[in-house]
């Protein structure tokens, strides 16, 4: 099953965005659900601009980066409204 919300992205289209899961864990007052992305950390922090990087990989990070957040903002929007909470998961929660 797919959930899917939508972002508006630099093209000023409205886009689907597909998260990579629910999950629903039973904790000590109940069971709590989840809307899991799963990113690379690198890719969940703003760029950096490097003195010797190419102009073309700085910007492709920097437009990754915008465009990530806009799709996080709207699947935080869409999971308040579903009762559910939003967590980006990274390499380093998952331990690998």
């Known amino acids: ?3 899917n ?11 689907r965005y597909f998260v990579d899961g629910l999950v629903t864990i039973n904790e000590t ?3 709590k659900t989840y809307l899991i992305e799963i ?12 003195k010797y990087q190419k102009k073309a990989t ?4 920097q437009k990754t ?3 990530n957040r806009a799709k996080w903002d709207a699947a935080e929007k ?9 967590k980006i998961l990274t390499e380093k929660e998952l331990g690998i």
């Open 65 to 67: 980066y915008v465009q």
């Open 58 to 61: 700085t910007i492709y990070e």
């Open 29 to 31: 007052n109940g069971p």
């Open 39 to 50: 990113k690379p950390s690198k890719q969940t922090q703003p760029p950096k601009s490097k």
């Open 5 to 15: 919300t939508l972002f508006e992205s630099f093209n000023k289209k409205v886009q």
């Open 78 to 86: 869409w999971a308040k409204k579903k009762g559910v909470e939003f």
């Open 1 to 3: 099953m797919c959930y």
